[in-house]
């Protein structure tokens, strides 16, 4: 029996329990009074609510979002939650822009009560009745507000002197049968509202044109409204070519003489408005299959009017669209504002929406669409956002959907993706977003909490994977009943604050099913579908089907055989747990696909295909395809990119990486890119090859795999040999699971690197060098923990490492045993500009050979560069370069100071103990503009146990550094240096041979690059 029976069975035990689970909503009634002050970017004036208690409870106190508090400092829940996604314009804002509401003095029934703050968010505040407030009692609470408008930094805000008043005014938390519901603003995360009336009349000066919730009252505004029609008909009849951009437009200075304006509006739970003396207005109507009458609205600047111009109708349509497939529009106008938003496309309010910047008039048409259909889901049915984002975003996004695919063939999103990555696929735009983030494990349940979501996620779980799943539905069960069930479910609930359960009663009252694998399932968890065919053979008439359930979903299912492209015939299934088999009459095909018409979110859809015949059946045509792409679930693809490579001893290298990756993940992958030296004249390149595995619990990832890499490495010019290596890493890739709100990964790395190198042979007694021997090997097994903490404003690194290795040296295999650690961490003092500091500390357990010099192979280094890079983990120019522009290539790791030593040296190496800082800063941007110029200091310690050097030594090196792609390409000038470093670089002669150079082709490899982009 299902949960909510239980929980229905067990209440009916207790009155008071019972009492909070029936279904009741408070009324709260509006009456403002405000006055803009446009020099101040203030609003002032008074409320009063009339608060209706329908609970069955008594209430001792309200909660009361005073929601332009969230803009009042860096504390607030809103300014956390935008560091936490990357954006740092509100923390470094100054003060002058940020927003706050003061002047609160509350009465009760002309009382003054007390209001207390919450004790964790300054937008939330208490109110404590004087007496309580019983079931069915009503109050009157009255206060003075004021509010300083903050600059646009999400939906309440300003730019100049347009103004966008939304969550602006007092307002209590909702109160239903699962409690309070206090809430903080957020940028990502929407709202829950009580039901009621509002009376507003604002005040301004006279020249302002103002959208808003709700019917105008005022008579003379509506005719100064009807005079900016003419104005705007006329500007457009005479325009001779309209702006689709950005048009910076100066603000008219503003009317000495104020107005007050009035609205009114009924069965609403908020009031937005929206002011600019730069709006242009249009108006139009439409008229509902009930006879009933629409007035539609725009308001629009200079910026995108050409898209704008029209746009009256994209209203028009949207409001009769939605009516008839979901229910009436019960509201009497319906308005779209273009005008600044930092909180997305466009932003939804009752009776009105306001857009921003669009790039088309179909694109603007879809954004309107969408945030018009809000009035519906969330205006109408008013379930909770904050909780339940996917039952506003998603439902609507499905009928958005809908609408474009009726008027325009396909979405304006698709317009976003370039062409030739979509060519050839059988994908929708919408299921590989959501294969993209769920075949990596970042994926989240469309009913995760908006404040807990990671920020692809809240796209992904609100908007995009809700229309998949209510489209398999709707397949499943059909168009007329599907329809029937939802708009029995706006009947229903209309004007009230649905839960996800209360939808769920419905669809399934009205279809009569159980439909758990849905509501449960697909919106509830993160669970995913994936149906696979294991097997086919003939049974009598029929063809006997083997399927496996590789994912968690037990959804019904469609098989269709399939000749030349074409359906032959379609079975229905119910869904199934584990294996089973399933018949298939036999006819005129050759394969049998499941899911043919994409119905459902399956997952891996290359398991989905099976031919009737052949040894083969499951073999799939291979098809090579340049650079990336979408998968084709009824091919196999291998993508290719033609690319050059050099290196000193290979030389000019040309070749092309394969690979079997394209826009999504597999489970299986690879990449080989093999390359032809034309100096070397052999063979070089590199490859992978791993599985990905996606367990529950503490892993979000493990990666099983090898990696392999083959170039030349050395050269004797004299003797004319060139020496390759070969490197074999197989290794385990660990990624623990974490929470995706936050920007942090961690990972264990265990790997083991075979290492075999060719060397020369020479003749002991003639010296004749007889050739090249290829028997070297050596070993080196890691352990790596790393975490990474990616955060905007202060962001963090941290690394431990244990190494054992055998290398062959001088024919000894001397053991060693190393261990690391390696600290990064960042001072963000401007947006985008940090002072950075890294530690490292390293030494050996063991080492067979600390005293030998010059130091062992593997020995610790203060500056990383070719010729000590032992497990030839970076790629280098010239690695055995002892002069040249080659031979100033730095790497990375270990003391990581930006010295060009070279291999002569021994300076900074060794075999017992190493310690260095480094540091380095992101100057001002005024002082760089944009060239990517940062000062440098490094200063490394390190034990010294060779018997002709000194124990203790302390190197240090300072100077100026650019810093390109991230820190991929860097390029380092000294300036100052201890006195060792000195000696070394005046043996050198000119200072162009102290300039160091840093180029990681590693991390430029793209499927790192993206991987870094997805963190966590």
Known sequence: MKTRFLTLFFSLLSLGLFSQQAYFQQQVDYTIDVTLNDKDHTVSGTIKMVYTNNSPDDLAYLYMHLWPNAFKNTSTAFAKQQVRTGSTRFY?????????????????????????????????????????????????????????????????????????????????????????????????????????????????????????????????????????????????????????????????????????????????????????????????????????????????????????????????RSVKFYSDQVGEYPYPQATAIQSALSAGGGMEYPMITVIGRTGSAKSLDEVITHEVGHNWFYGILASNERDHAWMDEGLNSFYEGRYMT???????????????????????????????????????????????????????????????????????????????????????????????????????????????????????????????????????????????????????????????????????????????????????????????????????????????????????????????????????????????????????????????????????????????????????????????????GLFRQIRIGLNTRR??????????????????????????????????????????????????????????????????????????????????????AFQVGLEWNEIEYFFQRPRHLKAWVEVNAAYTYAAKRNIEVRLFAGGFLKNDQSAVFPPYPDALNLSPQGFNDYRFESFFFGRNESSGLWAQQIGNGEGGMKLPLGSAYALGRSGSFLAAINLKADLPRKLTRKIPLKPYFDLGYYNDQSFIGDEHNILWSGGLMLEILDGSIEIYFPIISSEEIENVFKERGNYWSRIGFKFDLNTLNPWELLEEALVP
């Open 92 to 316: 470094f804002s100054n003060e002058n822009n940020r927003g706050r509401i003061d002047n609160l003095d509350f009465t009760v029934d002309g009382e003054k009560a007390v209001l207390k703050p919450d004790p964790k968010h300054a937008d939330i505040n208490i109110l404590y009745l004087n007496t309580p407030l019983k079931s069915g009692q009503t109050i009157t609470i009255e206060s003075p507000f004021l509010v300083k408008i903050p600059a646009s930094f999400s939906r309440l805000g300003h730019v100049g002197q347009s103004y966008q008043m939304t969550q602006w005014y007092p307002k209590p938390a909702v109160y239903d049968r699962n409690g309070w519901h206090q809430m903080p603003y957020l940028d990502m995360g929407e709202f829950y509202s009580e039901f009621g009336s509002f009376d507003v009349s604002i005040t301004l000066p006279q020249n302002y044109v103002v959208g808003a919730t709700g019917t105008l009252q005022t008579d003379s505004e509506y005719a100064f409204l009807e005079e900016q029609i003419k104005t705007t008909d006329t500007y457009f009849d005479t325009l001779s070519s309209a702006a689709t951009g950005y048009v910076r437009e100066a603000f008219p200075a503003s009317a000495e003489k104020m107005k007050t304006i009035r609205y009114t509006a009924d069965n609403v739970h908020d009031f937005a408005w929206f002011a600019d003396k730069r709006f242009k207005v249009r108006k139009s109507d439409v008229t509902l299959a009930s006879g009933k009458k629409v007035d539609t609205w725009v308001m629009f600047t200079k910026t995108n009017e050409a898209y704008w111009k029209n746009a009256v109708d994209y209203v028009s």
């Open 406 to 696: 009726k008027y325009y063939g396909r979405s304006d999103y698709y317009d976003y993706i370039p062409e030739f990555l979509m060519k050839g696929t059988d994908m929708d735009l919408f299921e590989l977003a959501y294969a993209f983030f769920k075949r990596k494990g970042r994926s989240q349940a469309c009913d995760t909490h908006s404040d807990d979501m990671y920020a692809p996620n809240y796209l992904i779980g609100a908007y995009l994977k809700p229309p998949i799943v209510l489209t398999y539905l709707e397949k499943y069960v059909g168009l007329e009943t599907f329809d029937k069930a939802m708009q029995e479910y706006y009947a229903q609930w209309k004007f009230k604050h649905p839960q996800p359960e209360d939808f769920e009663r419905v669809m399934e009252t009205s279809i009569g099913q159980d439909l758990d694998w849905i509501f449960q399932d697909m919106f509830m968890t993160d669970k995913a579908i994936d149906y696979a065919v294991t097997g086919i053979k003939e049974a009598g008439d029929n063809y006997e089907i083997t399927m496996k359930n590789k994912g968690g979903i037990a959804g019904p299912f469609k098989i269709t055989g399939m000749e030349d492209s074409s359906t032959v015939i379609t079975r229905g299934f119910e869904g199934f747990e584990g294996k089973t088999k399933v018949s298939l009459p036999k006819g005129k095909y050759d394969l049998v696909v499941v899911d043919q018409n994409r119905s459902m979110p399956d997952l891996y859809r290359k398991n989905n295909n099976i031919k009737t015949s052949g040894l083969l059946k499951k073999f799939e045509p291979l098809k090579l395809k340049f650079l990336a792409g979408a998968e084709n679930s009824k091919q196999s693809t291998l993508y290719f990119l033609p690319l050059p490579a050099y290196n000193a001893y290979d030389g000019f290298m040309l070749g092309s990486a394969f690979y079997n990756r394209g826009l999504l993940s597999k489970k299986f992958e690879f990449h080989i890119a093999p390359f032809f030296g034309f100096k070397s004249k052999s063979l070089a390149g590199f490859g992978d090859i791993h599985y990905n595995f996606m367990p529950d």
């Open 711 to 796: 170039f030349h490495f050395n050269e004797n010019d004299i003797v004319d040999y060139n020496l390759a290596y070969n490197r074999f890493m197989p290794y385990i890739d660990l990624t623990f699971n974490s929470n995706l709100a936050y920007p942090v990964s961690n990972r264990l790395i265990l790997s083991t690197t075979i290492l075999n190198k060719e060397v020369p042979e020479f003749d002991q007694g003639s010296g004749e060098f007889l050739g090249l021997d290829n028997s070297t090997n050596s070993f080196f097994v890691r352990a790596v923990f790393d975490r990474k903490n990616k955060r905007v404003i202060n962001p963090n």
